[in-house]
C-alpha cells in the first residue's frame, strides 16, 4: 500500500499511471509495478550456554534499538545466502541455518514510505569468523531466555514477537 505512495509518472517513460494502491500501470508504455513486500533474512544466533545473540541498531530506522541481526534479500538472492552474508557484515560470524524458526510480516519505516516487509528467520550457529559489530550495527551482546531487554529497547513491532516465541519455547 505504502510502498507506491505518491508515485504519478512511469519511471520508465515519464507517462501517466493509473490503478490502485496495490498496483500500478503506465498508459503510455504498459509498465506495470506492483507494491509487494520486500523480504528479510535474519538469524537467531544460539550460543553453547543458550543465549541469544542481538545486535544494536545504527541505522536511522529504530536506531539505538536492539535487533535479531539480518537485512533485505536482494534481487535474485537466495534467502540463505542473504542470512549467511548480513551475518558476516553484520557480526563478522560464519553462520549455518540450523532450521526456519518462522515468518513473521511488519513495516519498515513510518508514515506514507513506510514498506511492508515479510520477514524470515532462522535458528542458527556460528560456525566461525570473530564477533564484531560492523556495517549497521553499532554493538553485539548475548542475552539469555530471561536477561532480554524490555519491549520499548526492542527494533519494530515483529521482533519482540520473535523474541517471545524463542523464549518461550522449550521454556
Ligand atoms: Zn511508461
Known amino acids: 500500500m505504502a510502498a507506491l505512495h505518491g508515485w504519478r509518472f512511469c519511471p520508465v517513460c515519464g507517462g501517466g499511471l493509473r490503478g490502485g494502491d496495490d498496483r500500478l500501470e503506465c498508459e503510455a508504455c504498459g509498465y506495470v509495478v506492483y507494491a509487494n513486500p520486500a523480504p528479510t533474512a535474519s538469524a537467531l544466533v544460539v550460543d553453547e550456554h543458550d543465549r541469544l545473540l542481538l545486535a544494536r541498531r545504527a541505522a536511522e530506522v ?3 534499538k536492539w535487533d535479531l541481526p539480518g537485512g533485505f534479500v536482494e534481487e535474485g538472492e537466495d534467502p540463505i545466502d ?4 548480513e551475518l558476516r557484515e553484520e557480526t563478522g560470524l560464519t553462520v549455518e541455518p ?3 524458526f518462522g515468518i513473521w510480516m511488519d513495516w519498515y519505516g513510518s508514515g506514507d514510505d513506510r514498506r511492508s516487509t515479510l520477514n524470515l528467520y532462522w535458528l542458527a550457529r556460528a560456525v566461525g569468523g570473530e564477533l564484531a559489530a560492523a556495517d549497521d550495527v553499532s554493538e553485539l551482546a548475548w542475552f539469555g531466555r530471561d536477561e532480554l ?3 520499548e529497547q526492542i527494533a519494530f513491532t515483529n521482533v519482540p514477537k520473535v523474541l517471545a516465541a524463542w523464549r518461550d519455547e522449550n521454556a
Request: charged share 40%.
Open 62 to 64: 529504530e536506531h539505538g
Open 82 to 85: 542473504a542470512l549467511r552474508r
Open 149 to 151: 531487554p524490555p519491549r
Open 98 to 100: 540450523v532450521r526456519l
